[in-house]
């Protein structure tokens, strides 16, 4: 398959802005940051952000992501990184995160002098120089007010993909046009992170991508266009501030001459729409049609590829970002690594070899003994404290110290298999599970979630997933554009996934009938604590 020479992926996250190239055979060949908190301190943020005096309201000041591109661009020029070869770029942003272009903005993005660095010619571009971000929690009102003028949360999830969140952007936008009336009025364009990076590249605006746009609260997630009702809701005239979504394999269009101008880019590089970082880690992972992506970090995540969406009142639909026609959902779980290794400390010692032992020994369905383990409040399901039950399921204060090591590890992935088939996922026979995070060095563990989902699991390297994935999607979107190549064949050329464990026979037997006794607790201790 001919490929062109170099393709690159950047990703504005919240703690630093990354930049990828990967070449014609998808391999890394060059790669660097810019750290916000220590290379640019003249901001003054920590971690990336300011938490404002009432610690809900968190934000990232527009132009310091603007500067890190000028830092980022001039680090590769010094490293003689050679900007003619590449073909093709794309990127990526924290989901959720809004910008808010000043009138006339747009004038200015299209006549960028190259003689000078994009922040000082975009300083006065952006009536709101504070971003909201993802961590902002300051719009509980907004949300209710949302849901309530759709007629409910299931409602809302029903035409976005998800009930109303305090970070997602559309209670954001809300919240200035009720706040900061005279800056809402003075903004010409709205922009996701996402395609505030794209519209710096293209010297323009940028449009907001299906993916990305998926997690606002705002878009009609099947019919991939603005929800009027939610729309209405949330502030006047919207609309036109945000502009036509746009599918997100689709180029945008040639680089900004600016570009061509101060670093050598060629005058035929496109730009193919950025979009958000979950998605975009989609694309990293290189997942397929059934695959199943768990993260086990500080938190657990879930990515599922699915085609029929049941949108419900945990979890995320998105539009998929590599097939048009398809989606992804999103799980998260707080009680992840953390409860792990505390019941690693009560159990055995501190030691994971010790655990890992356990796990051999014990058997499959441990019993029957069913444990939900949350030491904080969990997103899903929204419940507190630690609930063990017996092979009667009758509640017991406590399990001996090997059953109580299964019973954390087979309790944390039954519920993620029980919420991700509320989301409409399928096991299908060529499912693989495509495990990343600091839990999925733990061969044991491992052998345990293929065992709850009766299905393989893979090992990714996904370092920058987000951003790699990006650099995957600009080179997708030249080869689909001239010949219809789809994302699956284009990355078939990166690395392999590494298969670690298969399923044990008869593991479904097992786990059919303990996963419906899974749930039927699950919602007995929600019962419990809503009562």
Sequence with gaps: MAFADY?????????????????EHLRVVYEDNVQFDKDLPEFGTHGGVHIHTDKLTVTSPVLMWVKALDVILEKMKTSEFDFSKVKALSGTGQQHGSVYWKQGAKRVLQTLSANLPLHSQLETCFSISESPIWMDSSTTAECRHLEQSVGGAQALADITGSRAYERFTGNQIAKIYKQKPEEYAQTERISLVSS?????????????????????????FRQKIWSEECLKACALNLNEKLGSPVPTSLILGPLSSYYVQR?????????????????????????EEGDIAVSLGTSDTLFLWIQEPTPALEGHILCNPVQTQDYMALLCYKNGSLMREKIRDDCSLGSWEDFSKVLQMTPPGNNGNLGFYFEVME??????????????????????????IRAIIEGQFMAKRIHAKHLGYKILPQTRILATGGGSCNKDILQVLSDVFNAPVYTIATANSACLGSAYRAAHALAMHTAGTSFADIVKLAEEHKLLVTPRPGSDEIYEPLLKRYAECEAYIVTLQTS
Aim: hydrophobic content about 40%; some cysteine.
């Design 7 to 23: 393709y690159l992926g950047f990703d504005f996250s919240t703690q630093q802005l990354k930049v990828i190239a990967v070449n």
């Design 379 to 404: 997103i899903t399901p929204q419940a507190i404290g630690v609930h063990r039950f017996n092979v009667n399921n009758q509640r017991v204060s406590d399990f001996p110290k090997a059953v109580e």
């Design 263 to 287: 670093y050598g880019f060629s005058d035929d590089c496109y730009i193919t729409a950025f979009t958000g970082d979950n998605p975009a880690s989609l694309a990293g992972m290189r997942l």
């Design 196 to 220: 505030f990076g794209a519209s710096l590249f293209l010297g323009d605006y940028g449009p907001i991508d299906y993916s990305d746009g998926s997690g606002m609260n705002l878009l009609n």
